[in-house]
């Protein structure tokens, strides 16, 4: 198929607002019920040849072990059990009021329980997911494209992540605010403020240069590749991007470098535009943290000193 195909922010709306609530409520009970990692990395979604997986949980503090998928091929929810066991159903023409129901009514039948905070988080409303029947729209062919960008960006991030041998996070999917990403450490602690919200206290407490792609928001509403450093050294926003179209924005108090996703695709080499844009990021930080990126390398993924 096309690599990076259009995916229209405004096409989409209503499906992606939908599936992100069907991806929260599955998620926090990933949260809920897996180990916890350093940054929050055991919370975030993987990405399989048909969907979404939540990877195995469970099977600790009384919990069988358990796992859940997003099969985006079928539009079927599956959760499977270790001793075999599985329930699933279909995602076409849910709520999420009815996903909601069903999802917590298969883990009953399969003997798992697991509690969770049944409400949106940061998504602009706090409707509680059992109550939700507004959002109820989701396009199995809006959903099929989603997960094939998803895809193929993952492939282009993993192949960035390669160059670099220091810390770094997995190519994931956070479900709280619907991006793939992967981060590389400098190695420094950061020390965030202790009037930081506890999620955010984890999530940067290094010193980190992140890179990603979202699908797009209400503020910007279109898809774009994107990278910032944390906490933000002075000066970054002056550093230079490339390819020339890339630019710095402000966001939160802070600034991301920016690409957007129709410029990079429809680019003269996809790839490599989006991978030269990403290294050019990764450098200004790099450079304003004083990080050691030479020393940090590994060219397509190699450090074997002998290797020819």
């Known amino acids: 198929m096309e690599l990076f195909p259009a995916m229209p922010y405004e096409d989409w709306i209503k499906t992606k607002e939908t599936f992100h609530r069907f ?67 279909g995602l076409v023409g849910q709520s999420v009021a009815s996903f909601y129901a069903d999802l917590f009514t298969a883990l009953a039948d399969l003997d798992i329980s697991v509690d969770i905070h049944a409400t949106p988080f940061d998504l602009g409303d706090s409707t509680p997911f059992a109550e939700d029947r507004a959002h109820a729209h989701y396009d199995p062919a809006l959903i ?34 619907f991006d793939l990403a992967v981060t590389r450490f400098t190695g420094r602690v950061a020390g965030p403020s202790p009037q930081a919200d506890p999620v955010t206290r984890e999530a940067y407490s290094w010193e980190v240069i992140s890179a990603g792609f979202w699908f797009g928001d209400e503020e910007r509403p279109w898809p774009a590749f994107y990278s910032y450093t944390a906490p933000e050294p002075e000066g970054l926003d002056k550093e230079p991007l490339w390819p020339d179209w ?11 470098a920016v690409l957007r996703y129709d410029d990079a695709r429809t680019s003269d080499d996809p790839v490599m535009t989006v991978l030269g844009f990403l290294e050019s990021a990764y450098r200004a930080g790099a450079r304003r943290t004083s990080c050691d990126a030479e020393g940090l390398a590994s060219p397509r993924g190699v450090t074997d000193p002998f290797h020819a």
């Not at 979604?45 to 469970?58: A, S, V």
């Not at 402000?250 to 991301?256: A, Q, T, V, Y």
């Open 23 to 89: 991806a929260q409520i599955v998620g926090k009970v990933r949260l809920a019920a897996s180990v916890r990692r350093n940054h929050w990395w055991n919370v975030p979604y993987h990405l399989t040849g048909r969907g979404l997986t939540t990877r195995p949980m469970g099977g600790l503090d009384g919990l069988p072990l358990f796992c859940i998928d997003f099969d985006l091929v079928r539009h079927r929810l599956v959760i499977d059990r270790l001793d075999g066991r599985s329930v699933s159903f």
């Open 144 to 177: 099929t494209r989603y997960w094939q960008v998803l895809s193929q960006v993952a492939q282009v991030l993993e192949r960035f992540a390669a160059d670099f041998c220091g810390k770094t996070s997995p190519v994931h999917h956070f479900w709280h605010t």
């Open 246 to 256: 890339a630019a710095w924005i402000p966001s939160r108090g802070s600034h991301l």
